[in-house]
């Protein structure tokens, strides 16, 4: 900055602008910075000074350019030099930084007011879903925790939400699907088998589910449930519910149980939950246990093996003790598609797998076919669940 354009400069612009009930336009940030510095602000000066605070004042600031790139998945701040961003293939440093720790904290608070949330001292975290940066297509998961209690300043974590509307065709051409697997993928859709698709984060969970419900009949009717709008499927019929945190009062959460026991009253052919992270998992089982069948969702869970315990936690949280958890479980889902990212970023379906039950009435997953191996040993399981569904050719 010039002698000029000083940081106390800046300062009060920002509190003029604060306490202003105009937005925060080019002319409107031009005015007040000609107003605090008394008319003694050159052209250049002018400009350099309307584009720092532009910038600060409009959509996501200096990450705003960051969040726009083809790929992008998650932009991490942990300080006003430590911007990290994932492009697909792991954390990078971003390039962009912020003049210091107070613009980060105010980029913070500013984002958490746009998702209607409270963001200070007495309220030192947050998380919260931006419904789009500016105009863009694309919604953005916030989560941020202020200093003292993130010790090395505002610490900011961005999820990029574009939606997901690759089509399985597109996705096999990616190299996603090894010899054999889109083919039982389609049969498996068109079955009408009730699937999970599970994996870690950033796998593709959600990219996969869409793809796969793009190849349900049109003349189905889809009702999606979910926490953030990922879901973009290529299908004439699909009906979006979306959750809803509550206010900055506290009232008005909607959540994913919620809405999954409306889509049952909305004469669903198929119901789908985006992810699958809590009590509703209760609701959705149930659902897909009373003659919704084809049905589907994505849980976190970094391996096939993980999926039964993974959901032994969730459904205590909706009162479902364990033995009932097993038991409508194996009733209701038929396949487990795991998918993972490879080393070079690559996002690939791993494995598909189908229910069994032991001697003690738990479910496992057993592998019918991976990528590594081809054929496992569900594999006959899987083309006899899929015989009886396709009936006699």
């Given at each position: 900055m010039t002698n000029w354009v000083s940081t106390d400069l800046l300062d009060r612009v920002r509190g003029r602008l604060a306490g202003s009930d105009r937005d925060p336009t080019p002319a409107v940030i031009a005015d007040a910075l000609r107003t605090e510095a008394g008319g003694v602000l050159g052209d250049a000066d002018?400009?350099?000074?309307?584009?720092?605070?532009?910038?600060?004042?409009?959509?996501?600031?200096?990450?705003?350019?960051?969040?726009?790139?083809?790929?992008?998945?998650?932009?991490?701040?942990?300080?006003?030099?430590?911007?990290?961003?994932?492009?697909?293939?792991?954390?990078?440093?971003?390039?962009?930084?912020?003049?210091?720790?107070?613009?980060?904290?105010?980029?913070?608070?500013?984002?958490?007011?746009?998702?209607?949330?409270?963001?200070?001292?007495?309220?030192?975290?947050?998380?919260?879903?931006?419904?789009?940066?500016?105009?863009?297509?694309?919604?953005?998961?916030?989560?941020?925790?202020l200093a003292p209690v993130a010790q090395g300043g505002t610490c900011l974590s961005l999820r990029v939400l574009r939606p997901a509307s690759q089509g399985l065709s597109a996705l096999a051409e990616s190299g996603a699907f090894a010899t054999g697997s889109e083919e039982l993928l389609r049969r498996i859709v068109s079955g009408?088998?009730?699937?999970?698709v599970v994996g870690g984060t950033g796998t593709g969970k959600t990219t996969l589910l869409a793809a796969l419900l793009g190849e349900v009949d049109p003349a189905e009717r889809i009702i999606c449930v979910e926490d953030a709008a990922e879901l973009a499927p290529s299908h004439p019929h699909v009906v979006q519910l979306v959750a809803r945190p509550a206010n900055v009062e506290g009232v008005g959460q909607v959540d994913v149980r919620d809405l999954v026991r409306q889509a049952l009253r909305m004469r669903p052919d198929r119901i789908v939950v985006g992810e699958v992270r809590g009590a509703e998992v209760v609701d959705l089982l149930t659902a897909l246990n009373t003659g919704h069948d084809g049905g589907a969702g994505t849980v976190h869970a970094n391996s096939p093996d993980e999926v039964p315990a993974r959901l032994e936690a969730l459904a205590a949280l909706g009162g479902m003790d364990r033995a009932a958890l097993h038991s409508q479980f194996a009733a209701a889902v038929q396949v487990v598609l795991h998918v993972a990212r490879e080393s070079s970023g690559r996002r690939v379906l791993a494995s598909i797998g189908v229910l069994e039950r032991d001697d003690r009435g738990l479910c496992t997953v057993v592998d019918a076919w991976s990528r590594r191996d081809a054929h496992g040993p569900g594999y006959d399981t899987l083309l006899a669940v899929l015989g009886r569904r396709e009936g006699p050719v």
């Open positions: 002018l400009l350099a000074a309307l584009h720092v605070l532009d910038t600060e004042f409009r959509g996501a600031g200096v990450l705003d350019s960051v969040l726009r790139e083809p790929g992008v998945t998650d932009v991490l701040v942990t300080g006003p030099r430590d911007v990290w961003v994932d492009r697909g293939s792991g954390l990078r440093r971003a390039g962009v930084s912020f003049t210091d720790e107070a613009a980060v904290r105010r980029l913070a608070q500013r984002l958490a007011l746009s998702a209607g949330r409270r963001l200070d001292d007495a309220q030192p975290w947050v998380d919260g879903r931006l419904p789009g940066v500016d105009r863009d297509s694309f919604g953005v998961r916030l989560h941020a925790v009408r088998l009730a699937f999970l």
